[in-house]
């Protein structure tokens, strides 16, 4: 299983960025997908998950801003993010539960700062 995330950056409060996940290694089609971030000196916290049927769950925190899709002919999912707050400053990471096992990406950065 391989997870790639990209899309991450700079961008000011208020604005907008569009994460990608690529993945490979097991049927895409199949399984739910996450995105979850971890802030400097706080635990990782869920922040959306899409089922293999499209059904979408999102944290408190995130939700009316956040978007999560997936392309599963382009094996990717996807995280939309608008209005973005300070404090969703965060490393963002993909994740896939497949075997009892949980799959992580390496991760992309989001700082949201003027």
């Known amino acids: 299983v391989q997870l790639v995330e990209s899309g991450g950056g700079l961008v000011q409060p208020g604005g907008s960025l569009r994460l990608s996940c690529a993945a490979s290694?097991?049927?895409?089609?199949?399984?739910?997908m996450s995105w979850a971030r971890q802030a400097p000196g706080k635990e990782r916290e869920l922040v959306a998950t899409i089922s293999s049927g499209g059904s979408t769950y999102y944290a408190d925190s995130v939700k009316g801003r956040f978007t999560i899709s997936r392309d599963n002919a382009k094996n990717t999912e996807y995280l939309q993010m608008n209005s973005l707050k300070p404090e969703d400053t965060a490393i963002y990471y993909c994740s896939v539960f497949v075997s009892a096992f949980t799959y992580w990406g390496q991760g992309t950065q989001v700082t949201v700062s003027s």
């Open positions: 290694g097991f049927t895409f089609s199949r399984y739910a």
